[in-house]
């Protein structure tokens, strides 16, 4: 499944709340995530990317005042957009740049298709770090147990997808990997000795990333 068209997508229109003045200071507004590839997201993920010189003034003016509690806004500055080896979006790396190259223009332009598209081997290092994260979270579970499990959880199958990428599996490619579907994830991780879990549990996530850590110090 790839990413659906915006005539099928939920997507929704920054005028309904963003004033004229803030989007005038906005070089480019990027849907993406879940929401531009399945059709019932639950929550729809915004990239605004603000223009050189104006963030503070940008700010200034409350612009979030009236976003919807569905709608999930990142904010990114121009001057922050300088290459594809140094590029970074919160605690995510290039592989997030894939995504947003992916996206849905909402305004101006995808400033994002600029910058030229990471290396597969720069994407892997880069999911590599991001799930280094998600083990910090698992082994906090004990102290943290209630606070950290409710994301984990919401975390489990996209980790479990991104384990098929990092793996190499048979026809897999980044992003499109986050949206295959269980029967194909289950088919595919019986190759590598691994079981499927719908249910999140902190040892599931070990055994896993232990296959991953052997398979990439070989590669």
């Known amino acids: 499944m790839g990413k659906i068209t915006m005539k099928d997508a939920t997507v929704i229109d920054p005028k309904t709340f963003l004033s004229q003045k803030s989007l005038e200071e906005i070089l480019s507004i990027v849907q993406f995530g879940s929401s531009v590839h399945t059709l019932n997201p639950g929550d729809i ?8 010189g104006v963030f503070f ?6 612009p979030f005042a009236r976003v919807p ?7 990114v500055r121009e001057e922050e957009l300088e290459n594809t080896d140094s590029f970074r979006f919160g605690s995510h790396g290039v592989h997030l740049l894939l995504s947003l190259q992916d996206g849905i223009v909402l305004h101006g332009e995808n400033i994002f298709l600029n910058m030229p598209a990471p290396t597969t081997a720069m994407v892997k290092a880069s999911i590599l770090d991001r799930l280094y994260d998600y083990l910090y979270e698992v082994r906090k579970l004990e102290t943290l147990r209630e606070e950290v499990e409710h994301g984990l959880k919401k975390r489990w199958p996209k980790f ?5 990428f990092l793996l190499d599996a048979e026809d897999v490619t980044f992003p499109e990997v986050l949206t295959v579907r269980d029967s194909v994830v289950e088919e595919q991780f019986k190759k590598y000795g691994l079981q499927y879990q719908h249910k ?5 996530f070990e055994h896993i990333w232990e296959i991953i850590l052997a398979h990439n110090s070989q590669s």
């Open 69 to 75: 509690k569905n709608v999930d806004i990142s904010l």
């Open 57 to 62: 003034e940008f700010f200034a003016g409350e």
């Open 160 to 164: 479990q997808r991104l384990t098929l």
């Open 45 to 52: 993920d915004l990239c605004l990317v603000t223009r050189r």
């Open 200 to 204: 999140f549990t902190p040892i599931g």
